[in-house]
């Protein structure tokens, strides 16, 4: 456009407004029938400013999905044809899968498209190759307003013989409240906590309290894994009907279960003082199966230091930036405390100083030199350990630029250190 003209100063706006009715309509439909994002902004820009009836926009808004379909297919059938494909590529997939599904969502789609879309996306349900069967699980669910159009969509997903879709049957037949059907599914797998608890949600939902209350004890004996929940719903009915031994029990078995400092704590303020005396050996006893960090904030919040650094010890010195510097914390809470044990331990994390390494490498070294020398001169007083050792380890690495570099950036006075 030139500068100083408007849209309607163009050539093109001139042509358009002199051309009749007829002619614009071919062109606007012979641009929309073979581009999908276009007929899709035709279908948007029309209904926003045009006065149609509700029959017409029910229709436009199905014709509307199904143009978006038609734009983002060819690209889900290469993500489905390889396993996946480029970030750009699945990110816009997901971007049209949702746009439809928000589309759904209205309620303002007729049936005719609904039933066209949720058949046109139940093969790539099926296959769960593309990367985007989240997206295509919610379009599937979204296009079913009725429960006989759930219940075509619970069998079709069921007709699949896979796990994950036998169970979002499952999830449907509950909802529609087919029980015989949802049982009949529910049955056949029985194996972790969260399938009694399922079940046992189910039958307390439908006034069965007392079998509910059987499953889910059945299920803290039986099942293996994933127990949360289903002590969860126990120790809720514990509570309501004032077993305390039972809902404290409950509570350290919750605990347990991959031990934390935090859960630790918690279960502890849910103890009486006397809960406390009884369950505290146990819940000691049980907690040398847990990671050794975990174990030592524990033993922090206990004050027993010598057991943490003793556990350090056993630690390797975070390698990488993903290593998680939880240890490198409660080394610090005990540099003046334990510093012989602290500044060894510090030391353990400079590793081979005779090697060549990436610079990222020398980066994350001096940083643990900075520390070295935290201990050694701020903590432990003895610059003549620290001098010695800096001397050294810079007289040893004296050719490898990279390396002075990144320790003259991280460890005070380096530069200095003859």
Sequence with gaps: MAKGKTK?????????????????????LNLAEDDPGIRREC??????????SKMLERQSEGEAIMSIWAELLPDLED????????????????ELLYEITKRLTSKKVDETYRREILDAVLPFIKSRNSGAGDALDELAYAACYSASELRHLAQSLEAMHDDWQTRNARHIYRQIGDHDKYLELRLQVM????????????????????????IARNGL????????????????????????ATWIELQFDQTTDSLTCDKYNKFKASCTTEEWEAYEPRLLKKMKGTGKTEQMKIHMDRKEYDRVVSLLSKCRYPQNKWDSKANVRIAEKLEKRYPEQVVKWYLSGLGNLSSNQKR??????AEVMAKVRHMLVDVMKDET????????????NRRRT???????RAVPGWEAIK
């Design 221 to 244: 004996k039986k099942a293996r894994g994933r127990m949360d929940e289903l002590r969860a719903f126990v120790a809720e009915r514990a509570q309501e009907s004032g077993d305390r």
């Design 191 to 214: 194996e972790v906590g969260a399938d009694y608890h399922d079940l046992a949600e189910f039958y307390w939902e439908t006034g069965e309290k007392g079998k509910s209350l059987q």
């Design 8 to 28: 309607k100063d163009t050539a093109l706006a001139k042509l358009i407004a002199a051309a009749p009715e007829k002619v614009l309509s071919e062109l606007i």
């Design 360 to 365: 990222e490498e020398y980066a994350r070294k």
């Design 43 to 52: 279908f948007d820009y029309l209904k926003e400013n045009a006065v149609v």
């Design 385 to 396: 350990r620290w001098n010695k050792l800096a001397v050294k380890v810079k007289k040893d």
């Design 79 to 94: 993500l489905d044809a390889y396993g996946g494909g480029p970030y750009g590529v699945e990110d816009h997939v997901w």
């Design 402 to 408: 990279a390396f002075q570099q990144e320790f003259a």
